[in-house]
T-cell receptor
Framework: GAVVSQHPSWVICKSGTSVKIECRSLDFQATTMFWYRQFPKQSLMLMATSNEGSKATYEQGVEKDKFLINHASLTLSTLTVTSAHPEDSSFYIC???????????FGQGTRLTVV | AQSVTQLDSQVPVFEEAPVELRCNYSSSVSVYLFWYVQYPNQGLQLLLKYLSGSTLVESINGFEAEFNKSQTSFHLRKPSVHISDTAEYFCAVSDSKTSYDKVIFGPGTSLSVIP
């Protein structure tokens, strides 16, 4: 199956700094990628839909100025958590659907800890 | 808009016993249905999916799920569980056949296999 690579797998940062997470589709082109957030013992909540060459579509309640999404190419989307605070600590997961759109492939996730 | 319900948040079961994890969905259009498994501190892995055709789908590790349109259900079953099956299981739905549609997840069911 298709492979989605997410980097880094974990990151610790100081409060007030920004963190960038990369999501790459390794063997297919993804015009659309999705960013999810998962709190401990909870399900995945969709944050935004990332569209190549255009602005991301954010879900209700997600601050677009805090979670900046850039989808500059067909194989790369980035999520930048700006001015991170401890409450932003979470597990962030990206996904992309393959060319046929039948299945969503997920990255391995990034565990962000803000101290 | 579509949604997914997983009625059981936690399911403890003894090793080698059968298990059923329940999933119900709501959608106004035809759907794709998925079961994903997540092991601790890891990303998601696709367990099985229903796209069309036979309503009974199987995974390589003994799980199966049956799509029931009239009951809007997609329950996951395994006749004999192993310790290694202990994980979080997420049912998910996507209601379009394009690559632009997001996957919506249920709240998850934590399966604990007891030796």
């Amino acid at each position: 199956g298709a492979v989605v690579s997410q980097h880094p797998s974990w990151v610790i940062c100081k409060s007030g700094t920004s963190v960038k997470i990369e999501c790459r589709s390794l063997d297919f082109q993804a015009t659309t990628m999705f960013w999810y957030r998962q709190f401990p013992k909870q399900s995945l909540m969709l944050m935004a839909t990332s569209n190549e060459g255009s602005k991301a579509t954010y879900e209700q309640g997600v601050e677009k100025d805090k979670f900046l999404i850039n989808h500059a190419s067909l194989t790369l989307s980035t999520l930048t958590v700006t001015s991170a605070h401890p409450e932003d600590s979470s597990f962030y997961i990206c996904s992309a659907r393959d060319t046929w759109g039948t299945e969503a492939f997920f990255g391995q996730g990034t565990r962000l800890t803000v101290v | 808009a579509q949604s997914v319900t997983q009625l059981d948040s936690q399911v403890p079961v003894f090793e080698e016993a059968p298990v059923e994890l329940r999933c119900n969905y709501s959608s106004s259009v035809s759907v794709y249905l998925f079961w994903y498994v997540q092991y601790p501190n890891q990303g998601l892995q696709l367990l099985l999916k229903y796209l069309s055709g036979s309503t009974l789908v199987e995974s390589i590790n003994g799980f199966e799920a049956e799509f029931n349109k009239s009951q809007t259900s997609f329950h996951l079953r395994k006749p004999s569980v192993h310790i290694s099956d202990t994980a979080e299981y997420f049912c998910a739905v996507s209601d379009s056949k394009t690559s632009y549609d997001k996957v919506i997840f249920g709240p998850g069911t934590s399966l604990s296999v007891i030796p």
